[in-house]
């Protein structure tokens, strides 16, 4: 982290925005996840977004303010019994995003977590190294597609647009009285 940020202050000058979006999840029961995979979840998503907000703060306060984005998901609200790790991890999400957003306010620098629902990337389709292709909980089967299309109250799935516009609108100033919150892009999926 030390040498991305000392990279980017030496080509871009200080640091304004941090979008925390790194995770990984295998799609195991909680009996099933071992020690070795929970770690693995937690050091990704967790552990390296307290790093790179540790890292950037000292540059967003020479800067006179930020705005610190953290990745969510609909299990920062809703956990489910899917992969233990990634539900521990996202809820603990929320619980860093608040605890940044409160020890760095008073250095104008926010902090706000995006919590999409499914969002229709590979990540979602199984199709990447951290998921392997689960026909049993991947949308590429109809009946899974139909079952979270039917359970989001606007019938379709998250695009990837969707989160962007939300990141992009709380990077901005007309965010500027947002900070410890959550910004849900779910279609209504977690009422």
Known sequence: WAAAVAQTESE???????????????????????????????EIGLTGSFLGIQAVVPSMRRAGGGVILNMGSLASIRPGGGSPGYAAQ????????????????RDGIR???????????????????????????????????????????????TQPEDVANAFLFAATDEAAMITGSMITVDGGAAI
């Open 12 to 42: 871009l000058g200080p640091i304004g925005i941090l979008c925390n979006n790194a995770g990984a999840n295998f799609r195991v029961g909680f009996e099933e996840q071992t020690e070795d995979q929970f770690r693995t979840i937690m």
């Open 90 to 105: 996202k809820m603990a999400m929320v619980g860093l995003t608040r605890s940044a957003a409160s020890s760095f306010a």
């Open 111 to 157: 902090c706000v977590i995006i919590s999409p629902g499914h969002v229709d990337t590979p990540f979602i389709r199984d199709d990447n190294e951290h998921s392997p292709n689960d026909w049993s909980t991947s949308i590429n089967n109809p009946e899974n597609l139909k079952r979270r299309v039917d359970g989001t109250p606007l019938a379709r799935l």
